[in-house]
């Protein structure tokens, strides 16, 4: 989970079925978003869908942020790679992100609301960084504890 990932070579047949594999993980999670660094796929390659309907998939190859909003504000985020916690963590109320998507056509992608701290967070992944990082020393220990107790009782 902390590794950075590396640019993806181009959107080839096996990009292809790692972004199919991708929603598929997400939406049977019911996630709304999903970097393939949380699934040991370290490569800048995101999948999100924030739509209510679950049919609005948003691919975003080699994202980068070309625009952030000067305003921010705190939102409580949860993450499929840290289950059960929840926080509020900082982040900017509108972004734009420049990405190839899944036919290999670049596109500029401006985002608020939801959309914007989803992008944030998944971007975050594809850094190396959890959201949890955002949080007070205390916070961590307490969730790094709260994790531990948890796997313990999965292994009995």
């Not at 942020?65 to 949860?78: A, D, I, Q, R, Y």
């Not at 596109?107 to 701290?117: H, Q, S």
């Not at 205390?138 to 009995?156: D, G, P, Y």
Request: hydrophobic share 45%; with cysteine.
């Amino acid at each position: 989970m902390h590794k950075v990932a590396k640019p993806v070579a181009s959107v080839d047949a096996r990009v292809l079925q790692l972004v199919a594999d991708l929603l598929e993980t997400m939406y049977d999670a019911k996630g709304i978003g999903l970097a393939a660094t949380q699934v040991d796929v370290h490569e800048r390659l995101i999948v999100i869908d924030v739509s209510e309907e679950r049919d609005q998939a948003l691919v975003l190859i080699n994202p980068e942020l070309v625009w952030t909003s000067p305003t921010t504000h705190l939102n409580e985020e949860g993450c499929l790679s840290v289950p059960g916690i929840y926080d509020g963590v900082e982040r900017f109320d509108a972004v734009h992100v420049r990405a190839l998507d899944q036919t290999g056509q670049l596109r500029t992608i401006e985002a608020d609301e939801l959309l914007a701290v989803c992008i944030q967070h998944e971007m975050d992944h594809l850094l190396g960084k959890v959201f949890v990082e955002y949080l007070s020393p205390l916070k961590r220990n307490r969730i790094k504890k709260k994790m531990l107790k948890a796997q313990r009782e999965e292994l009995r």
